[in-house]
């Protein structure tokens, strides 16, 4: 880092915070040589540094500093960067206060009442759930954000906070950093607001107008002086009509600031917080110049009989190019007496940086600009500096475990007289400006102040160095006060998480068990099953009922007689198997997979009915109009395998056994017979042009000798029936075949 112009600033305990502001860097490279210097805008971040930490103020800054990241990686108009402003802040928490933004269109501005605060420490009712981090407050009526360069002082051990004068719009409105002139703040603020931070999240804001006879400034000090009831305020230094609140200010501004500017150094203003009354005092002694944009500190002697006020830096508000300051004065109260401290050299100075007193004797100085030559120039020494308050000499280390307690300068006490330890005789001024003024210093502050040094010292690790970004060194642990477990909410997440997708999980099973229901009704609760059992048998009866179990040569012996296949084709009835349910109601039905049987040589004839050859050659000429058909008509039934459908060649009629032999028994066949010409619909069939009797049902086939290897069958009448002798038999391909007589096959 190489500047950091007009952060603000406050101390939680051990810590300080810093936000907004300019900050510079200056690029290294591995050789050693820098480039040349960057100005980005850090909006997401605010700095901490913990005195615990031991550094070297020729260290490089981004070392020693810590970053917490004000919107949790997510971009948002809530914590912008502010460019000076204040932070409000007791012992546990701070509030963002003030300042301006960037002049650009490309963010939308947060309301005038909006506020940032970020709780570190819980106080005040206990809470069962709580976290450190970041929370947006809101401002009352009366009290806006739209103010800046004011002077801001926090009191821990009130919980108070203020802010004084200042500048803002004329018309109250959103004030910008130089750039378009309609936001810029060029109205002197006369208004004194405080806030209470007694109770947490119930912080109350206040607004009250300062009186005619203490002017109003910009960029002035406000320090808290531990005296009288609730301590007293002492305003300190600032000028009116400052040079950035101007594009180009004129010589009349220039002019009127040069004059009255430099009083706000030799009258100070005080305000007693307890009566909310101001007075006003004159100083004496080596009365610094009129100065703006320097720090503050206060360092009371042991016995209370002094209050040393510490100031630093600064530069005139006059023109940016004057140098800024690097002398160190003191006012001593309550004798009002001005004593400079150190001189300082005009490359070392600096202005727009912020101090705090880190122990009794030392003054940490962080940021600020330098002496601007040209547009990029670095602090001399370093962002960090530490002045030691004892001795008034600037120190190259900070070491936590290494300081003292405050002992009065010699340059003070030989004005106002007394030792190290206190034991001041100059107590008051050489007149008061008001005789009210005097007793509120000598009644002492009774309020438990509460010191939070020494610190424990703590190296750096290796890790904090490299990764100085790490949030979770920057946010502390929640209070241990706290009665809940901290395994609780993970666990709690973890069950509800549990919950919730179960209860998804029935709702889904729910919905698709109405939809089920709704798509078949009859499918109740108590009839689901048989309705089941319904859906599996209507699939298995969607079968043809003239399909029966295929029987080959393989599976039955050659002695068994035809009459035992045709018995267990009507009646055995096929085992029926648990069925997996359908995803929908169409029924298909199975494809033939039955094997297809090939007739017997002529050595070993058999008989079969000839109604089956009929209703073989009828079910090839139509469609099927079985009731147990598949309802999917317009696919095409698997064909089978054969060869091309012959006329009396049938090989689909399972219940003729091949292994039939002739001379076999005949009565069973004839009584098959009559069974299937009950069952044909038709009156009367012609075969191969003979002419079967029905009635009689005698006619049955006989196998006739093969031409071309092709076996056929003809209708044989018995003798009386008036049947041809020179019969024949249509085939496939047109040839025909010539048919013996009943008589010629007897012979």
Known sequence: MCWWQLPRAAVIRDTLYLDGGYIGYLPGFADGSSGAPEQPQDEEFLYSINFTQPFRTSQNASDIFRRVDKTAGAANNLAPNYIDGAMFANDNEFYLYGGLLRDTDSLRPPPATSVLGYERYQYGPERASWDPGFYNGELPEGVSRYITAGAAVNIPSENLGFYFSGMKRKDGGDIRTSGRQQYNATAVSDSLIAID??????????????????????????????????????????VINPE???????????????????????????????????Y?????????PQLTRFCSVVATAEDSSSHNIYIYGG???????????????ILSLPSFTWVKAKEGTKEHGRREHRCTRVYPDQMLVV????????????????????FNLNTLEWQEEYDPSVWEEYKVPDVVTAKIGGNAEGGATSLEPSSWDDDALGPLFTRKYTKTITNHYPYASVSASPTDIANPTRISTAIPVPSSRSSVPSW?????????GLVFVCTLLSCFVLWRRRKYLRRFPDASEAGSSSFNRHRVMT??????????????????????????????????????????????PLIHEMPDTSTVTELPPESMHGFAPIAAVHASKQRSRKPSTSPHASPDRGIPRPESPTTDYVPGHTRNVSSLDTNDVPGSPTSNVTADIEEEHEDDDSDDSTMAGSEVDAAEGQSVLSPVSPEDGIHSFAALSPPGHGGAENRTTGAADGRTRRQSSFGELLD
């Open 367 to 386: 940021g600020g600009q330098a002496l601007q030559l040209d547009d990029f120039t670095c602090l001399d020494g370093g962002l960090i500096q530490i």
């Open 315 to 329: 530069y005139d508000g006059l023109d940016e190019l004057n140098p800024p300051s690097d002398d160190v004065y």
């Open 244 to 278: 950035w609140a101007y594009r180009l200010p004129s010589e009349a501004l220039t002019s009127k600031s040069e004059d009255e500017s430099p009083g706000f150094m030799k009258t100070v203003s005080v305000y007693d917080i307890r009566s909310k009354k101001w």
């Open 488 to 496: 609780v909410a993970p666990v709690l997440g973890t069950v509800l």
């Open 280 to 288: 006003k005092q004159e100083t004496s002694g080596d009365t610094p």
């Open 197 to 238: 931070m007694a109770t947490m999240r119930e912080e109350n804001w206040s607004n009250d107008t300062l009186p005619d006879d203490i002017p109003g400034r910009a960029n002035g000090e406000l320090v808290w002086i531990p005296s009288s009831d609730r301590g007293l305020l002492v305003a300190i230094g600032g």
């Open 539 to 584: 699939w298995v009866q969607g079968t043809p009922p003239t399909k029966a179990p295929t029987v080959t040569s393989d599976d039955q012996p050659a002695s068994e007689s035809a009459n035992t296949a045709v018995a267990s084709q009507s009646t055995e009835e096929p085992k029926l198997t648990e069925v997996q349910e359908l995803p929908a």
